[in-house]
């Protein structure tokens, strides 16, 4: 439990250290926990982009920021637990892109759906999958569960979505 933390206090855990995560990195580790509340997702992608700004990972910014309000999301919306728990987000710098994790206490894994045409919520798991190499749920230490997905930097020709790397000037 964390005394007094209300909706605008994220508890900073690690800022750049190379802290453990699920991840089996020797990279830099951002972890913060959250209340259980709305706001908490749009401060986690502030701090997400932050993060991506000091790796030079500027270009998953938009793919990981959409990952990371599905799974934030879903955790704000679907983890009923004890009030003082706190939702968990690490961001580990990998390689060759960046892992999410979303930690919350509930035991329960999040399914995807399919949702019908005229619903208006049902397809973050979708666009989740669709968005990152991986994605998936794990047990953790102490009670709940971390769903996790590893987004990998473009190559240069998914990069260049022009076609400019394959016209010659004459």
């Known amino acids: ?31 913060r926990r959250w209340p259980r509340h709305p706001r908490s997702v ?16 500027a270009a998953l910014e938009d793919p990981a920021a959409l990952v ?6 879903n955790a704000v919306r679907h983890a009923r637990v004890s009030p003082g728990h706190v939702i968990e987000t690490r961001f580990a ?17 999040p399914e995807p759906r399919a949702p019908g045409a005229d ?13 990152a190499e991986a994605w998936g749920v794990r ?10 997905a590893t987004l990998s930097l473009p190559t240069p020709a998914e ?3 022009t076609g400019e790397a394959d016209r010659h000037d004459e």
């Open 1 to 31: 439990m964390v005394p007094g933390l209300g909706w605008d206090d994220p508890v900073e855990v690690s800022r750049t250290a190379r802290t453990p995560c699920s991840a089996d990195t020797d990279h830099a580790v951002v972890v």
């Open 42 to 57: 749009g401060q986690a992608r502030r701090e997400l982009r932050k993060a991506l700004a000091d790796w030079g990972l």
């Open 68 to 73: 990371l309000s599905e799974l934030l999301t």
């Open 93 to 109: 710098q990998l390689p060759d892109g960046l892992r999410i994790e979303v930690h919350d206490a509930s035991p329960t894994p």
């Open 119 to 131: 619903a208006c919520d049902g397809r973050g798991l979708v666009l989740v999958a669709a968005l």
């Open 139 to 148: 047990a953790r230490s102490g009670p709940g569960k971390a769903v996790w």
């Open 159 to 161: 990069a260049d979505d």
